[in-house]
């Protein structure tokens, strides 16, 4: 592994961040790192390979030496800030006064600081960690920056892991010079400004899937309400009126009449805003508007409501490959034939329910594939290969055909069962219907807004039109003058 460690993984071309080649500079200056933990060594390892000088400042570099890339040299903290003009502090904050003794010899120096507060130390300081360390050492240019890099992506490389670095600093020269190191070490700096936004870049590992919470507590509300709902119908109502003990369907069968009516109502609510923000639109006569905070955010959740459909309708896939697998199935078809053999029926066969199953199945399958469709578009990686129409065409149109897709699906669940009064257990309605009522208010509403006289006062207004076409200047002059109006 040592003899490994020695060659640079990128000999004399660096892996810009567009995927070429850069070359890297001829003189390439010493970096030091102050710290010998995880972070420390991947962050030596990157360097190396990436054709930097390291030296590693240790309190204990005999012990440490053997850890970090034979092409690093480890020594004292001492000697370590001796040569290098930059220097990385990959201490915790806590240890930054037992650097104050080297204030002198970093004097000048820029100081780049990796670390990460926890949860707690974040709401506890007012300041951030590279505020901190500014004013402990303030001859120094602080630069913040790989904190939201892991040890394992400065490993393995950019290409397995978040590309992106966020760098601020108070002195420009310094942030510069760390964007350049940045990009020679094959990641994308993103200028965050002064110091004074390091406290939001500290705050950016310690969230945890902040888009995803509102769209995750939703699914689970709708699944807990189904589940809730199938529990009455399907377990509780037999148990009360008939005395069967249904309860074996808890995990597994209900569990799998739960699944496709989340994926279905929250596929639903994805196209559900726009169809609200084009009724605005036409309501008002003009794009110019803001909306309202609540159909604002809950554009910018559909990705991830989607996403959570997809994820939903994928389980029900699988629940419903397990459904044959299942004891109480094999002792149902045994029961079935016994049952067919004491009344003497040699054939079973109904044409109109084989039917209705061959298309069920087809329909589910067909809204399956192009749910996943859109899910594996919905990826940064798909995305990004795609233009603004490509992208736009997957997402809504084939999003649409889906949404059509998954309601033919339930409608041949459904069949008649909604009509007979024997499905309705308690006096509660199939499950179905009750998912069938936003999306089909908005394959409704999507046909209107394809009537042309619709869709052409939409697509005026989408292109700047507005209803009231008079707009009204007000020059900045004598107050004799009269408010002059200018018709656009």
Not at 341 to 350: A, D, G, I, M, Y
Not at 446 to 465: A, D, F, N, Q, Y
């Amino acid at each position: 592994t040592s003899g490994r460690m020695d060659k640079p993984l990128i000999s004399h071309h660096l892996v810009d961040s567009d995927g070429s080649l850069a070359e890297v500079p001829s003189e390439v200056p010493k970096v030091g790192i102050l710290g010998s933990g995880d972070f420390a060594r991947s962050l030596a390892t990157r360097l190396v390979g990436s054709g930097f000088s390291v030296v590693v400042g240790s309190r204990n570099p005999k012990r440490m030496a053997g850890l970090f890339p034979s092409a690093a040299r480890v020594t004292f903290q001492e000697e370590a800030v001796g040569s290098p003009e930059v220097i990385f502090v990959a201490m915790f904050r806590e240890h930054y006064s037992t650097l104050c003794g080297l204030s002198d010899q970093l004097a000048g120096k820029i100081l780049v600081d990796v670390s990460n507060p926890t949860e707690r130390e974040h709401l506890q300081h007012r300041e951030s960690n590279a505020e901190y360390l500014a004013s402990l050492f303030p001859t120094c240019a602080v630069v913040k920056a790989f904190n939201v890099i892991s040890a394992w992506t400065l490993q393995s490389g950019p290409r397995d892991g978040n590309r992106q670095v966020p760098i601020c600093s108070d002195q420009p020269e310094a942030k510069r010079t760390v964007l350049e190191m940045v990009r020679a070490m094959g990641f994308t700096p993103v200028d965050m400004g002064s110091l004074a936004s390091a406290r939001e870049v500290e705050a950016m590992p310690l969230r945890l899937f902040p888009g995803w919470k509102v769209p995750a507590l939703l699914a689970l509300g709708l699944f807990i309400f189904f589940y809730a709902y199938n529990f009455v119908r399907d377990v509780l109502e037999p148990y009360v009126q008939e005395g069967k003990n249904k309860f074996y369907k808890l995990p597994v069968f209900v569990v799998n009449t739960t699944l496709p009516c989340v994926a279905y109502v929250l596929l639903s609510l994805v196209y559900l805003p726009g169809v609200l923000a084009a009724a605005l639109q036409l309501c008002r006569g003009t794009k110019y508007q803001r909306f309202p905070d609540w159909l604002d955010h809950w554009l910018q959740h559909r990705k991830q409501i989607g996403l959570l459909s997809f994820f939903c309708a994928a389980l029900h896939a699988l629940y419903s490959l397990c459904l044959p697998l299942r004891r109480s199935h094999r002792y149902d078809l045994v029961n079935l034939a016994v049952k067919q053999v004491l009344t003497n029926k040699s054939h079973l066969w109904n044409e109109e329910e084989v039917w209705r199953m061959e298309i069920y199945l087809s329909l589910g399958v067909l809204a399956l594939g192009m749910l996943s469709l859109l899910a594996v578009t919905s990826l940064p990686s798909i995305a990004n290969s795609l233009n603004w129409r490509e992208f736009s065409f997957v997402q809504s149109t084939l999003g649409f055909v889906a949404l059509v897709l998954s309601t033919l699906h339930t409608l041949t669940y459904g069949w008649t069962r909604a009509f007979e009064e024997s499905r309705y257990k308690f006096f509660l309605p199939p499950t179905f219907t009750l998912t069938l009522l936003v999306p089909c208010v908005i394959i409704l509403a999507k046909g209107l807004l394809l009537l042309p006289c619709v869709s052409h006062r939409l697509t005026k207004i989408r292109r700047g039109w507005e209803k009231d076409g008079s707009v009204r200047f007000t020059l900045p002059v004598d107050h004799a003058l009269a408010q002059k109006t200018s018709h656009v």
